[in-house]
Nanobody
Framework: QLQLVESGGGDAQAGGSLRLSCAAS????????MGWFRQAPGKVREFVAA????????YYVDSVKGRFTISRDNAKNTVYLQMNSLKPEDTAVYHC?????????????????WGQGTQVAVSS
């Protein structure tokens, strides 16, 4: 079982950067694929990025490719989302999530553990 706590959200201007962190408590962190999802007001929660347990494989939604970078530090039980060149449409609550075993990384339903989320607001 994992408990996930996000931090690092806040306000940014278009073109700016933010770095989100997700600290996990529990066992065998490296055994989980970790993902970031976001939910804008009135919209469904959507996949943003994911990273394999070893960090060797990463996955991104097309809209953030080249702007966002997901990484993890298994020694610190933490996953990060570096967000550059932010756009107003990136405004959302960002959640980290953990998926174990066979994981369809792009699918929200595949993730068993979720954090409460951190708000990101990007102004133009």
């Amino acid at each position: 079982q994992l408990q996930l706590v996000e931090s690092g959200g806040g306000d940014a201007q278009a073109g700016g950067s933010l770095r989100l962190s997700c600290a996990a408590s529990g066992r065998s962190f490296e055994g989980y694929i970790m993902g970031w999802f976001r939910q804008a007001p009135g919209k469904v929660r959507e996949f943003v990025a994911a990273i394999s347990g070893s960090g060797s494989h990463t996955y991104y939604v097309d809209s953030v490719k080249g702007r966002f970078t997901i990484s993890r530090d298994n020694a610190k039980n933490t996953v990060y989302l570096q967000m550059n060149s932010l756009k107003p449409e990136d405004t959302a609550v960002y959640h980290c999530a953990a998926c174990g075993g066979a994981c369809r990384v792009y699918e929200r339903s595949a993730y068993r553990y979720w954090g409460q989320g951190t708000q990101v607001a990007v102004s133009s």
